[in-house]
């Protein structure tokens, strides 16, 4: 994710960042440039045609269907927008959820059981880790933190790391409850925290895995192409060479949505819009020892 | 559903799959072609009608309702695309619940139940194919997995299998806490999970079985129809012959917008666009086999 | 509720269903008709006004505020519908939590307790019956299921029977754990499912009695009608006897989603695009037998 | 809340209603009628303006910025009426968490309880009574249900009724439990309604206390002022002097627009929109008195 | 927070408060003005261009995209609005959370726990003063009262203080569990509100973190100035001078709502339409106050 002030307008019109859309559409703008000024040098100077009423009236069909564009491609990106804050709240909910459980692990295990607390606190940690990793489609061993009954080497790359850390974790809890170290009501408290892991889990996978219906993205793209290229055949008459930066901007605020869209829908990326997943991974396992090892706190 | 990555523009946008609109409306788009085309010849060869301002000012009507056509068909759509996301929610809690619930009776029932385990992940299974089965009004039964306890040959075709499944679950957790199994709080856990299956099913049920309201859909579509066949009235003096692409390219557009929202409003079916419902009773099973039979997994 | 195939477009064009609106708005199109005749006939055959540039200029109104209603109605369009939805929702609830509270009487209860478990799927089926007359403001006594503690016919009509039934139900619950056959975890259980009973049937009384605020109604109608009225003042003289369609296409158009609205608002009548209460008590009454009664299933 | 039956189309048009927008902004509108009279009178017969191009061009001004405009005005609809049905939902709430508790408490209190009973039915009343106060900022002693350990004249008119209220009820039921009268899983039970009072209360004070920001209402006001006072200028020499019900329309339509958001924005209040607030605690009263005293229900 | 009355027109009209757009938009719209002039001057007078069609109709190009640019704004601040409503929702949250606990507190711990009493009063207290200071990235430390187990000085200002107060304020329930103050039940109360307190600082750490992406961001002001700077082009030779109020209008309109955005998207700042977090935090403390010592509220 970038970080701006989002009120410093002369820096932010005047910088090209490499998550601005100005470049990553530079080389399509360039070949609708091409494209504009060999129609329209085809059309005035070369084919010599006369001018017709007719194709100027063509017109017509880019403001009739310009509405619809305009609306279709707003929603898309609001839609993809919604997902992408859906995102940012389950990672959110993550955050608080680590926190809630670190907070009652410390206090319901005292001061005794200092090894459970380092195994509770380095499993959540690796919990964070292996959904990074799992939503990235990488796996880094390294990121994660040793722990003896969890040999992460020898867990194939197939397997769903993330549910079968959660089983690992319930399993401890189920065995501190036996023992008598967590009664009823507390098993209650842990378990409404360790079921959101999980539903976080789900939750991540749905947004990663839904891209918007086939239907309507290749519908939306065709459109977009369509009502562009047919930009010049209405309105060389009345702009004459004034039409290639026309059709220029024109594509440029039209596909900039569609980008945006497509960049932000799926936002567990590693691209420069998408969540700050590594960040956050470090921010819950500073929580994690802030909360379980009071020493380091003071 | 159809896989694809959204960012390949050059590949979506020649690409005509089938799932595309272009295909489906394609005996309509001829249809339109055929009427229009006709219509220009009558009107400009055959009768020889004189340009009347008249006619030409009906083009009037076309941009004043160009507008409410637009919002409507745009709101139209993403009402569907909201039921669509409702059902991949739903499903995404699904797979949600299942591990989770999984994961609980692994610990709870511990090494020495094997039996029990066996069944609750078979049953659990079989809601999930019940479920698809009871969506899409079919009943394969070789997809379910055989219990001598759930004869589901025996099972008429016309109750309600997932209800019934749900009830033996529900059974036999309870039976467990009355051979002392189970305590009272891992009733309560057990309970919250074991609720959401019947609370999915209930919402699934809901989506599929409540398309938008008659009266809407049908003004929608008729006014489409006269939005559209009245268009070669108010425009063919302004645009001749071109009036035929005119008028094809405006209603591709806006009859796309209705069938892809006529498709995704109901995505339980086995088009194109619709849920891979298949794929996701597999990942349950899978994950159900990987968490309660842990020698598998290893 | 009306049954359809929305993808079915030939049928849906040219049958007109009685909930359609163009039979609805029968009546007033057909004065609107009567009314765009006879100015444009005074104002063309018999005052002979002069075209004047004046009124010409007037349909810029029109075009201003074209963007305003669109927008407006098709906003209170989906304003409708998302209550339409939520209606429908809360019956799904209805129906999901009849069969949850079901599912677990049916085992807590046991075998041997049947006149309980007959006890309470009358009861829930009767709550059923009773909301849906609640909301109707009807009262079919026929429709309930005769039980010796609850004398339905010695109700009054002013009381309110959802609640009375709820609160027999309850007292029955707490009775029963007086007698030792549910024990507490039980009690919290079925106290989740109960609520919902009641907040079911707040929600649909909140949605049955809070139309739409007075103001905004008022406004919207005052709004179409003016614009519509005064719409062959503006474009009498581009159109001449044109406008005589022209503006009941408008009038249709605009009208209809206000009458869509309207119908759409208010789920629990007994019109056409209501809610199948009836069918839904039905299959409420059916699951609850299928569950409580499982001889009757087999 | 005014109620009427949103199908009486000639009703409700030719009807002025007080809670109309018509007759609040009628001062308002005499303004603009006076200023566009004056307006027009100035140019077209004293100063004697030859028609300008320049002048009439300014018109697109209007055009280009209608859109954004209605679009704003559309949108602040919505964003007051969210609120507005929010607050509703509210109410509504407490009516079912008000029924949800009596049930409880009077089979959890039984037969023998029957002064607690009474105390908690009044309470309850109370705080209902209490709550619609302190939205309204008044405070009418008599409204409140005589309770001895509750001294209503000796609270001073700034502590928050509400709050001392609930905490008397709350106060109640841990005695209750310290008797034995309530076991653990009833406070449970109890606790949940109860929280819901807490809850509701704070949300009815938030749709209260926050308006709609500042810039954000600023902004528009200025926009629509200088929008209709502007709209003279562009369009004199189109229209004459059928510029006056001109900009007095479009006006009517604006300003209606912000005049219906800023009277449901706030729904406690007792103008002809607000919510019944007096007939709810009514209601809920009744309500109170069938559940909790059942002699009188029969 | 401006409190204001939103019915008061004439004063909201003609006030210029300090967080009215027009001040914060002053030196720009001297910029946009000092440009148009220029160009005018320049265009009109100096280089004595010919009028020609081309440029002329270029104008096309801004109603093309009027309508894209005005959709984008629209949705921009209403997303912004979204989070400011939330952010407030959360705070509302916040003082209901306080309210519920310190009901709670005072009668599960009676008239005998005083001290702890007082101790779980200020802690709160704290919790909200910390909380308000993290957002705002402040630390006064004398906003804080006093408590001997809670030394604020020696807190880093690089620890998060909110995090650290309610690991306290669990530790302490959890004590006072284990000496019997209070049974399991009360525990699950108790933590169900506690938890609310980590989850509102999540959710309004999330709005803070969260600005928009920042494609969006940088295309849409991008966006706003090629439109805005291009205006004069298109419209110099239908309005002459008059291009000079016209574009500064329009600027002012389209850049007044990205302002609005951007102050509202963060509501935790000290800006004028911020929420009013220091009023809130009084009002917290002097509930709990009411609540917790009751002899000050007689």
């Not at 707003?74 to 955050?95: C, H, I, M, P």
Request: charged residues 20%; proline residues 4%; aromatic residues 14%.
């Amino acid at each position: 994710m970038v970080d701006y002030n989002p009120k410093e307008w002369v820096k932010i019109i005047f910088s090209i960042h490499k998550a601005d859309t100005l470049r990553k559409l530079f080389p399509l703008l360039i070949f609708v440039f091409l494209y504009t000024s060999a129609f329209a040098y085809l059309v005035l100077e070369y084919w010599d045609v006369g001018e017709t009423a007719d194709l100027k009236n063509l017109s017509v069909l880019h403001s009739l269907l310009g509405f619809v564009i305009s609306l279709l491609l707003v929603f898309r990106t609001n839609t993809a927008y919604d997902r992408w804050w859906e995102g940012r709240k389950q990672w959110g909910s993550l955050v608080n959820a680590s926190r809630n459980v670190a907070v009652k692990l410390t206090y319901l295990l005292g001061e005794t059981h200092t090894e459970e607390k380092l195994y509770f606190q380095k499993m959540i940690g690796n919990y964070c880790v292996a959904l990074k990793n799992h939503l990235r489609k990488t796996n880094f061993y390294h990121e994660y933190e040793h722990i003896e009954t969890f040999p992460i080497q020898r867990i194939g790359d197939d397997s769903h790391v993330p549910n079968h850390l959660i089983g690992l974790i319930q399993q401890r809890v189920f065995e501190l409850q036996r023992k008598g170290v967590f009664s009823a009501e507390h098993i209650l408290i842990l378990d409404y925290e360790f079921r959101q892991f999980t539903e976080i889990c789900g939750a991540c996978e749905r947004i990663k895995n839904s891209p918007i219906p086939y239907s309507y993205s290749s519908f939306l793209k065709k459109f977009i192409i369509i009502y562009c290229f047919s930009l010049p055949v209405g309105y060389i008459f009345n702009l004459h060479y004034l039409i290639i930066p026309f059709v220029v901007f024109v594509f440029y605020v039209l596909a900039s949505l569609e980008v945006i869209a497509e960049e932000i829908e799926d936002p567990f990326g590693a691209d420069a819009n998408d969540l700050p997943l590594d960040r956050m991974c470090e921010t819950i396992k500073r929580s994690l020892r802030e909360i379980m090892t009071p020493q380091q706190a003071s």
